[in-house]
């Protein structure tokens, strides 16, 4: 193996501590009135990784945005003092933030990594930042790792920061999560520079991913591209030999802190504004969507399928609403902005045919919404509509069951998400291009008997609740010990 470290909950000074590096903090940064403010940031991957380092301990390497300041650190030394783990940021120019995150991140890695190569744009310079952006997180993990630490970078912003560091530190032990999708080869071999993030992956000493699609896509695509290397192993794991040592790779499928969802979900104040919301709607059924703004999460075919639904089957008109919440996000791309107007377009649209005194079809709201909020809205919602292109997991699919206490609920899921593999004994599966599918899907939801419901979501729940994220971090660690059968990783 290339190396060796450990991770320890209690650490004393000789002990090994957890390094996880993401592209982001978990905390932001925004003006309001000429004053800097710290804000928790939001997402899928936060929301899974936090509660690791709030049990562990450890540093929480990440960018930090484009703005240094006295008042940032400050302000960040204050946050850390309310939990067992601190940050180290990084600040990233307005040039490097453009091309390494807008661009090379997100203009090149995630439309290919979704199936969806035609939106991207292969600029070489976006290339470069994306190496030099890497080389800047290694440079921080190196000035703040042990020997013996472990080092887990997440996600396909960093591919490439495990290269730099193997070069520096032959001996560490370098771990790596894939939060998204990886493409079949085909797809993959659309990137011109495939070989180079195989072989920076491959300086990893352990690699996750989501499903067992995206291990059998990744292991597909090394074959495929870098025919030298070596390949065995049966079952659930793969080992990848190379000249530069020899990568475990696994699929462990992310999950949530269910009893912490389902707990907050319970409280009297969440349950008290879950029947307001009712109550605004009376007599109807609320379908949720809960949405980052992004062209993967299939909310324009969703809309579609929605004004399919009420012309074909005209007698469900006032009988069900969709809650859309859709969060803001990357607003600096264009091809952002462009499908936030299509989804405001056909909102609008979509209201404007069928909207009734005392019912809209659609409640649009473009904002992030507060935990309280979000917990409350799923417990009104009798039905999620969760429909993307592709998707990773898509933890909104989780959150939404583990907060229906009551084992009540429907879910509409993609078989394109990742959560598919683990819910589909309780969710309808639709395609997300299949209007027509997704219009049944929506009848057979609003039609089916409280027993079947109940039994759906009894299952998914328990499938949450067994596997939750500390057993994912557990399933985590234990291939990081066999990956180095020497070192003890302790939960």
């Not at 903090?25 to 509660?51: C, H, N, T």
């Amino acid at each position: 193996m290339k190396g060796s470290t450990g991770h320890a909950k209690h650490r004393s000074s000789s002990q090994p501590r957890l390094i996880l590096v993401s592209n982001r903090l978990p905390v932001s940064f925004k003006r309001d009135s000429g004053k800097l403010q710290a804000v928790p940031s939001s997402g899928g991957l936060i929301g899974a990784l936090e509660p690791i380092l709030k049990e562990n301990g450890g540093v929480w390497v990440g960018s930090a945005g484009t703005e240094d300041s006295a008042e940032l650190h400050r302000q960040l030394q204050a946050a850390a003092r309310e939990h067992r783990f601190r940050y180290a940021p990084i600040i990233l120019s307005e040039e490097e933030e453009a091309n390494y995150y807008e661009g090379f991140s997100n203009e090149v890695l995630w439309p290919l990594f979704h199936d969806l190569q035609s939106r991207g744009v292969f600029d070489p310079v976006y290339w470069d930042f994306y190496q030099r952006v890497n080389r800047k997180f290694a440079d921080a993990i190196e000035s703040i790792a042990g020997e013996r630490d472990l080092i887990w970078v997440h996600d396909y912003q960093l591919m490439q920061v495990g290269r730099v560091l193997r070069e520096r530190r032959r001996h560490a032990f370098l771990s790596f999560f894939l939060h998204i999708p990886f493409p079949s080869p085909d797809i993959f071999g659309k990137l011109p520079w495939r070989r180079q993030v195989l072989e920076g992956l491959l300086d990893y000493d352990f690699i996750g991913l989501q499903t067992a699609r995206d291990e059998h896509n990744l292991v597909a695509s090394i074959r495929s591209y870098l025919p030298e290397a070596r390949i065995n192993g049966r079952g659930d794991q793969r080992i990848v030999t190379t000249n530069r040592g020899v990568t475990c790779i696994r699929d462990i499928p992310i999950s949530i802190d269910f009893r912490d969802f389902a707990n907050a979900a319970a409280a009297p104040e969440i349950t008290e504004r879950a029947q307001q919301i009712r109550s605004q709607s009376p007599d109807m059924v609320i379908a949720v969507g809960i949405d980052r703004l992004d062209y993967t999460k299939g909310i324009p075919e969703r809309l579609r399928a929605l004004r399919a639904f009420f012309r074909t089957w005209p007698q469900f008109r006032r009988r069900v609403t969709l809650m859309q919440v859709v969060v803001p996000s990357r607003e600096n791309i264009p091809g952002y902005k462009e499908l936030r107007s299509e989804i405001e377009g056909l909102v609008s649209s979509i209201n404007g045919e069928f909207s009734d005194p005392g019912w809209t079809p659609i409640q649009y709201m473009h904002r992030s919404i507060p935990r309280c909020e979000l917990l409350a809205l799923y417990r009104a919602a009798g039905i999620a509509l969760i429909t993307p292109l592709k998707d990773g997991m898509n933890l909104v699919a989780k959150e939404y069951c583990a907060t229906h206490i009551e084992n009540d609920g429907v879910l509409i899921l993609s078989e394109f998400a990742g959560a598919m593999a683990e819910l589909h004994t309780g969710a309808i599966a639709v395609h997300p291009y299949d209007e027509v599918g997704m219009c049944v899907a929506l009848k057979q939801a609003l039609e089916m008997p409280v027993e079947e419901r109940q039994r759906r979501m009894l299952r998914m729940r328990r499938t949450i609740r067994q596997n939750d994220v500390l057993r994912w971090r557990d399933r985590i660690f234990e291939q990081m010990e066999r990956a180095r059968p020497r070192v003890k990783l302790a939960a």
